[in-house]
Every structure is written in structure tokens, then in C-alpha cells.
């Protein structure tokens, strides 16, 4: 058999249900891997999810969840490891402590092949896509500049009771107090917000930290919903597709220092906008695409920016006020295309929406538009593969497929599709 129970797994739980309990151990063969993280397992016929394991790998894991249908484990004992595994370089990466890193146990190769099979089978079962199909696209996800510690330019750090800064358990509330996270950028290591520097946070809930490309570090601290600077610039200067920003420390910006020049590129090398053509930047930001945009199709062209959150929207219009083919639509992108507050035709559309994805909605009506391609930034392959089979539904393909490891040590993968009509 695949699976052998260890002596303490009971086949049926004392109340007469069946399957396995929360606590419960079990030795199990772990299969493919997963979303979120994890590798799947089965058990007597029973789905298991299991965190720190990798596949082909033997192991003692430990139920720390019970769903209708299936569970979650994390491995608590590597009986025969895979190849591919390493010691996590952070001594809070492991069963019960910080969720924050899901892959630190896997040597940084295979953390690639790893988010490339889950990208594949997201494709093939909610997109629609087969085995020839995610072949002929070439899916695999690459790896940006620098390594995989150190990289992370915004990291926000929960406060436990006691005041001490901490990140959360897997799928917790629970705070783990930590003396150093190492996959924040050094500037954010270096500054004394944790225990191990004898800060304590006793009236904050939060406390956040964000290290610009400008070079601006930033310490901001929040209870109940308000926040107050503690340290650093209340705006910082980020620096990409050829400009500088500056934006409030809590507007969004990609939080891997390489991540905008990729995703920029990856943009326009997918659509090739030139010189008059119209451009829409949907979930725009603060206008890092619509900028890119701007600088391809020229003065003769025009490039709409639709933004909801009000900080992206102030600070779109700051940064690009000098860029006069830039119009900023402050609405939802859904009420924008709905109500006709930006209309056709459009030639290039740039969709970068939230992890939910941009739903069928927007999908129709950006198709309706009549744009000869629409460059898709995602950062949750489901998502987008569930929005790629509203495309194809409606006659268009997935030309072409860019995947970037943005984070490293994590499950989370950037996509960059490239959508055309047939």
C-alpha cells in the first residue's frame, strides 16, 4: 500500500466518524504538488494536504486540520526526503511557526519547477489549456535578480499581547515572535522593530516596514485602524520603467526590488504598442504600466488609467501629471466599463487586478471593447485561469506565457499572459 498508518491513526474516530482527527499522525507518500503550498496525499481514500513536504517524499504528518471532504497536515518527520530538499535557511520556516515561507525546505531549482507544475495544472484544470497546449506556451517560471533571501521590500509585522513583533502561523491569527526575517530586504532587517532589538510594540497591533529602490526606509505603526509614522519619509521614492515615484509608504508597489522592470518589460515586449495607438491601464496603481504605455504609443496616442483605491489614484496623478496622453479615471474598473465612463476603441488593454482576478464581467466588456491584445498581469494562477477560460469562451487564446518567481521561498508565482482574438 502507498499509505501505512502509524500505530496511534485510528480508521474511525471514537464517535463513529471515519477519516482522520485534528492531532492525529499518520505515515503517508506524498504526490504532486499543490496550490498554497502544499502536496497532496491520500490516506485510506481521504484528500490530505500536507505543508513542509515534497513529492515523492515519506512522512509522519500531523493533521492540523479536518474539512468536509479533505484535510491538512504538516509534516512533522521526514522519513525518506527527495533530493530536492534543504535545510530552511530560517529557523522559524517549520511546522508551527511562521507561515509566512512555504517552500524554504526546497532547494531554489526546484521551488521553480515546483510553482511551474502548479501553474501547469491551474492551466489545465480551470483553464481549459491541455498537456500539448501549456507544452506549446512553454510555461515555466523564471527567476528574478538576486537571491532568494533578502528581497522582500515591504514586510508588516503583527503584535502579539505581550507587544512583541511577530509574523502569523499558517492559516492563524497566532503571532510568532521573531528576532529576523529573512527574507525582508537588509534595510528592514537592520531597523529595531523586533524583540531581538529590544523594541516592544504594547499599544500597536501592527507594525510595518517598507525599504523604497529610492533607498527611503519607512516605519509605520497601526492600532484599530489608525496609523502613525513612526520613522522615515511619509513618502518614498521608488524608481522604475525609466522614472522616479514617489508615493505615500502605504500605497501599493511590487514588493520584490526587480518585480516592476520585469513586469513592464514583459509587458511590452507581449503587446507591442506603438506610436498612436490607444492603451488602457485597468487597475492601474499608480500608473507603472500606464507610463510604459505612454512612452510607446506617444503624443499622437492615449493611454486611460482606471483606479479605485484613492492613495493610487493621487499618486498616479502626481507622478504622470507631466505625461499629458495620461487621462486617470478614479471608479471601480467594473463600474468604469459598465457605465461607459471609458469606452472604445482601444487597441491595447493591461490588466493587473487584484488576487481575485478581473471576474467574467470585466472580461466581457474589455473583450466588447475590441482591443487587438490585452496583456493580463496576475498574481494568482487560479485566478487567472478561471478568467482565461471567459476568454476563450468568447474566441480569443493565450498567445503567449510569462511566469517570474516575484517570491521567492513562497508558493506565490507572477504571471504575464498574452491574450489574442482568434
Known amino acids: 500500500m502507498n499509505e501505512m498508518t502509524l500505530p496511534v491513526q485510528q480508521s474511525e474516530a471514537a464517535d463513529g466518524r471515519s477519516g482522520l482527527t485534528e492531532a492525529e499522525q499518520v505515515e503517508l507518500t506524498v504526490a504532486a504538488v499543490a496550490p498554497g503550498g502544499h502536496c497532496v496525499a491520500r490516506v485510506n481514500g481521504q484528500v490530505v494536504f500536507v505543508r ?6 515519506r512522512v509522519v504528518a500531523e493533521v492540523t486540520e479536518v474539512h468536509r471532504g479533505f484535510v491538512r497536515a504538516d509534516a512533522v518527520r521526514v522519513l525518506e526526503p527527495s533530493a530536492d530538499r534543504v535545510e530552511p535557511p530560517c529557523p522559524y520556516a517549520r511546522p508551527g511557526r511562521c507561515g509566512g515561507c512555504d517552500l524554504q525546505h526546497v532547494a531554489v531549482p526546484a521551488q521553480l519547477r515546483w510553482k511551474t507544475d502548479v501553474v501547469r495544472e491551474q492551466l489545465i484544470r480551470l483553464g481549459g489549456l491541455d498537456e500539448a497546449g501549456c507544452d506549446a506556451l512553454d ?43 529573512l527574507i525582508a530586504h537588509p534595510a528592514i532587517q537592520d531597523r529595531p522593530v523586533l524583540t531581538s532589538s529590544g523594541t516592544r510594540w504594547p499599544d500597536d497591533d501592527a507594525v510595518e516596514v517598507v525599504a523604497s529602490t529610492g533607498g527611503d526606509v519607512t516605519v509605520t505603526a497601526s492600532t484599530a485602524g489608525r496609523t502613525r509614522r513612526v520613522s522615515g519619509p511619509e513618502r518614498v521614492r521608488e524608481r522604475a520603467a525609466g522614472r522616479d515615484w514617489l508615493l505615500p509608504a502605504s500605497s501599493f508597489w511590487q514588493v520584490h526590488p526587480a518585480a516592476a522592470d520585469t513586469l513592464v518589460a514583459a509587458v511590452l515586449e507581449l503587446t507591442g504598442p ?18 510604459a ?12 488609467l482606471v483606479e479605485a483605491a484613492g492613495d493610487g489614484v493621487a499618486a498616479a496623478r502626481e507622478n504622470l501629471r507631466d505625461v499629458a496622453q495620461v487621462e486617470v479615471v478614479a471608479a471601480r474598473v467594473e463600474t468604469a466599463l459598465a457605465r461607459r465612463r471609458i469606452t472604445g476603441p482601444v487597441d491595447v488593454v493591461v490588466l493587473d487586478p487584484p488576487r481575485s482576478g478581473a471576474g467574467a464581467r470585466v472580461v466581457r466588456d474589455v473583450v466588447a471593447a475590441g482591443p487587438r491584445a490585452v496583456a493580463y498581469v496576475a498574481c494568482d494562477p487560479a485566478a487567472f485561469a478561471r478568467d482565461l477560460r471567459v476568454f476563450t469562451d468568447l474566441g480569443w487564446r493565450l498567445a503567449a506565457l510569462r511566469g517570474y518567481d516575484l517570491f521567492p521561498m513562497t508558493q506565490h508565482v507572477e504571471l504575464v499572459g498574452l491574450l489574442l482574438p482568434t
Open 139 to 181: 510555461v515555466r517560471v523564471e527567476a528574478l535578480p538576486g537571491g532568494p533571501l533578502g528581497w522582500r521590500s515591504r514586510v508588516r509585522y503583527a503584535v502579539d499581547a505581550a507587544g512583541r513583533a511577530g509574523l502569523l502561523k499558517h492559516r492563524s491569527h497566532e503571532v510568532v515572535p521573531v528576532d529576523r526575517c
Open 293 to 304: 504605455l505612454a512612452e510607446r504609443v506617444g503624443e499622437s496616442g492615449r493611454v486611460t
Open 52 to 57: 513542509h513536504a515534497l513529492p515523492g517524499e
Open 274 to 291: 506603438g506610436p498612436g495607438e490607444r492603451a488602457w491601464d485597468l487597475y492601474g496603481g499608480a500608473g507603472l504600466f500606464a507610463a
